[in-house]
């Protein structure tokens, strides 16, 4: 074989038993916490998120190199074209609550001002509807319904669930859109029982329930377009993992310091302890 390459014995087995270099050593090190980070996220994390995790290890790396050793490795996070279903039904003669969330995204301290919205889910068995409330503090969802029909009963029970779980104290601020569920008088009903002050969005104006918009939209490319619910246990089933094991609990989160809204919220009970 030495003959057929034209190297020396003594060559080929130097080149055999020589170690890596340090840098070479580094990057192999590297190379192979990125990939485990990247199918630990299921491949949703990017190279900011990964970077983080990486700084954490002890690593010194920029963002631009973890960018360009995924792209070696062939790892590539989830990305997906938006696509929208209208879910909300604004044109009805029910009350509307003023805006007063106005925006103001940033709260104190969780349980002070909770954010509402349902989106669609595509099923092969029967599309569904997904109703989620989302804690403007911790940006944790703390109620979530999953039903194949957008009725009152499905934004009542994600509100049921998230004020069993949370018991927030009177005066939390509960903002939505217009749509006919959250203006019926049984919801309004339910938050009236809660001792919660509704909000609603002005009409036309998406931006004014951003939250609750983008963390639909997030299910949605990091999740939902990627799989195909065959059923709607199997739809169910899916979702719970992403929400209660994944989102909640384990993806980091950019506003939160790049901590999962579980982590984020244990930080107002220490303080509290």
């Known amino acids: 074989m030495c003959n057929v390459f034209q190297v020396s014995r003594s060559g080929y ?18 190379l192979k916490r990125i990939t485990y980070h990247f199918h630990d996220s299921h491949g949703r994390y990017g190279s900011p998120k990964i970077k983080v995790l990486l700084k954490r290890e002890g690593y010194k790396v920029s963002e631009r190199t973890v960018g360009k050793y995924m792209r070696e490795l062939g790892l590539r996070s989830c990305v997906a074209k938006r696509f929208r279903v209208h879910t909300t039904d604004s044109n009805h003669p ?21 954010v ?24 944790e969802i703390v109620g979530w319904r999953l039903g194949d029909r957008m009725t009152t009963d499905l934004v009542q029970g994600a509100l049921d669930d998230a004020y ?46 951003a939250c609750i918009e983008s963390f639909h939209s997030l299910l949605k490319k990091e999740f939902v377009y990627w799989t195909r619910f065959k059923t709607k246990k199997q739809a169910y089933d899916s979702i719970y993992q992403y929400i209660e094991f994944f989102y909640n609990c384990k993806r980091i989160h950019g506003a939160l310091g790049y901590v999962s809204p579980v982590q984020f919220a244990a930080t107002f009970k220490r303080k509290t302890a």
């Not at 890596?20 to 590297?30: E, G, T, V």
């Not at 009177?170 to 939505?176: A, E, N, P, T, V």
Request: overall charge positive; some cysteine.
């Open 164 to 209: 069993q779980a949370k018991r927030p104290g009177k005066g939390l601020i509960h903002h939505s859109d217009r749509g006919s569920q959250y203006a019926s008088a049984d919801y309004r009903g339910r938050l009236e029982k809660y001792q919660m002050t509704a909000s609603m969005s002005r009409k036309g104006n998406c931006y004014d329930n």
């Open 13 to 30: 087995y130097k080149w055999r038993t020589a170690k890596p270099s340090p840098q070479a050593a580094r990057k192999a090190l590297l």
């Open 94 to 114: 029910l009350p509307i609550a003023p805006n007063l969330l106005n925006q103001q995204f940033q709260t104190e301290k969780p349980n002070q001002a909770w």
């Open 116 to 139: 509402a919205d349902i989106t669609y889910i595509p099923c092969r068995e029967g599309r569904m509807y997904l109703a989620s409330v989302l804690d403007l503090c911790t940006r």
